[in-house]
């Protein structure tokens, strides 16, 4: 009967902390569903502000991260205190966010930035690493579905309050969301008992396992030609992908600027709500059809997307364009790890490959908003839009040519 008792309260706790998980992500992405996007529309009015410092200040936050990346991984492998890390990080997250709003002057937003952009590079490997040491490799695969679904339906219930509080109240009350909403990511994650977290697991090694392994991750993307031609053409995507939706905003504000918010909001709540259904489409019908035909399709609806934006000449149509966001990026977001994954089967470098072709990724995205508000400031938004499209079918060029398909039943690892 002890015995019994006592298996209830641990499945009793581990309940508790997976719950707190869910929350960890939903109200994450909720407090962070005021950012991005919206930074763009509040400061286009502000005094000194143009589209060119605006791409420059977004780029500054997505550079903060992609530098901390790599060291926040190697802390979260090392610390055992994966719940602080995270906690701090939404200090920050929310101090940089009220910091935008106090004095929206060019030094003031780049230091709130870079906070930001720390914050940011935080959270990934943290939850992560939470997560596999909950429940392990056996059980990784749901949870890892399942927090990405809690993650999506947190930026679109995110998006549409801090459109509506933009659009009722103000855009700087949309900033000021994001730190009452922290309060609610601190609460979920020290619902996680942390007794309950395998911290070998959570590395990705055996419960038992004491030992360390950290060769680089560029040497690995680097020794595969179809990684490195993959990383390549991640790095293409963001460039191409990365400012679409911030211009596409800024456009909408800068002939209705009362509704900014509003059409911010509607352009990511479209996107996130059919990223879901992509997903599940990659999870039942990727083993059959094969990565490499999905994985076009999401590379495909890039440059369609760039030249409908320049061609768009209201709201509605720009709001539906986003569905195409929506098809790419979910498409994006599920197979990008998945072939990753075959590309490394049998290395024992998963997670460094990733690693260094998730570095790739972020500074496609880092270099796109700067280089799209240096083309608005010489062309305008249309310009900006074809260009973008341009650099997207060079990305489904070098994909289609030079990446492989990589399902299990192909020999895809270059050696």
Do not use: C
């Amino acid at each position: 009967m002890r015995k019994g008792t006592g298996r209830s309260r641990e499945t009793s706790r581990t309940g508790r902390s997976l719950a707190g998980l869910d929350g960890l992500n939903f109200f994450l992405a909720d407090a962070q569903g005021g950012l991005g996007p919206f930074l763009g529309i509040y400061l286009l009015n502000k005094p000194g502000w143009n589209a060119a410092t605006i791409g420059l200040v977004m780029t500054l936050g997505v550079t903060a991260t992609l530098i901390a990346q790599t060291p926040a991984g190697a802390l979260t492998d090392r610390t055992h205190h994966k719940r602080t890390l995270i906690v701090g990080a939404t200090a920050l997250l929310s101090t940089g966010a009220v910091l935008i709003t106090i004095t929206p002057r060019f030094p003031v937003v780049a230091t709130a930035q870079l906070m930001i952009g720390v914050a940011g590079a935080v959270f990934a490997p943290a939850i992560a690493a939470i997560a596999l040491g909950l429940v392990g490799p056996a059980g990784y695969t749901y949870r890892t579905g399942r927090m990405q679904a809690f993650n999506h339906a947190g930026n679109i219930l995110g998006a549409a309050a801090a459109g509506l509080t933009g659009y009722l109240v103000s855009l700087r009350a949309s900033f000021w969301l994001t730190s009452i909403l922290s309060i609610f990511v601190i609460a979920s994650t020290l619902a996680i008992n942390r007794r309950l977290v395998d911290h070998n697991l959570a590395r990705g090694l055996p419960s038992q396992d004491t030992s360390a392994d950290t060769p680089s991750g560029f040497a690995v993307l680097l020794r595969s030609r179809p990684l490195l031609a993959l990383g390549v053409s991640v790095l293409l995507f963001h460039l191409a992908n990365g400012a679409m939706l911030p211009i596409a905003g800024q456009k909408l504000a800068t002939h209705h600027a009362s509704q900014g918010a509003l059409f911010q909001a509607a352009l990511i709540i479209v996107a996130q709500t059919v990223m879901i259904p992509m997903a599940l489409l990659v999870a039942h019908r990727a083993d059959r059809w094969g990565r490499k035909i999905i994985f076009l399709a999401g590379f495909g609806v890039l440059p369609l997307r760039g030249v409908l934006f320049a061609l768009a000449t209201n709201p509605t149509h720009t709001v539906a364009i986003q569905v195409l966001d929506g098809v790419g990026a979910g498409i994006f977001g599920a197979l990008f790890p998945i072939m990753v994954a075959d590309l490394t089967r049998g290395t024992g470098r998963y997670n460094l490959a990733l690693g260094a072709a998730t570095t790739m990724w972020g500074i496609g995205a880092a270099l796109s908003t700067t280089l799209a508000g240096a083309v608005i400031v010489l062309g305008g938004y249309n310009l900006a839009f074809l260009t973008l499209a341009g650099i997207a079918v060079l990305a489904l060029g070098l994909f289609a040519l030079a990446v492989p398909e990589t399902s299990p039943t192909e020999t895809v690892l270059s050696r």
